[in-house]
């Protein structure tokens, strides 16, 4: 496994955007599909939203569809995650992932690196 490093979070009130990122060392970042979750106390992690390492249609979780955008920069070896219109259900330790292996799609079942988290908090 690799450690990725994440940045951003934070507390927010409502309807703010915050942006997280993501970076992975080495030299084949280009090379995985990435992707964020969430988690909450007492609840199982949230696929939130993923982007292919082909550079496809990325994939988002029915309630962030439109708020949230994943993209990545390979040269920077960089993931992101702009949040738009935060709401207090957003409310999470979020995490960024990679697939455990390259070229692969970004199946849930295939993350296997992940990051340290990152607590972001919406307030009402």
């Known amino acids: 496994q690799v450690q990725l490093i994440q940045s951003g979070g934070g507390l927010v009130q409502a309807g703010d955007s915050l942006r997280l990122s993501c970076t992975a060392p080495g030299r084949t970042f280009a090379n995985y599909s990435m992707a964020w979750f969430r988690q909450v106390p007492g609840k199982e992690r949230e696929f939130v939203a993923a982007i292919s390492w082909t550079g496809g249609r990325p994939y988002y979780t029915e309630s962030v569809e439109g708020r949230f955008t994943i993209s990545r920069d390979n040269t920077r070896n960089t993931l992101y995650l702009q949040m738009n219109r935060l709401k207090p259900e957003d409310t999470a330790v979020y995490y960024c992932?990679?697939?455990?292996?390259?070229?692969?799609?970004?199946?849930?079942?295939?993350?296997?690196?992940w990051g340290q988290g990152t607590q972001v908090t919406v307030s009402s």
């Open positions: 992932a990679r697939t455990q292996r390259p070229y692969s799609t970004y199946d849930r079942r295939n993350f296997g690196s």
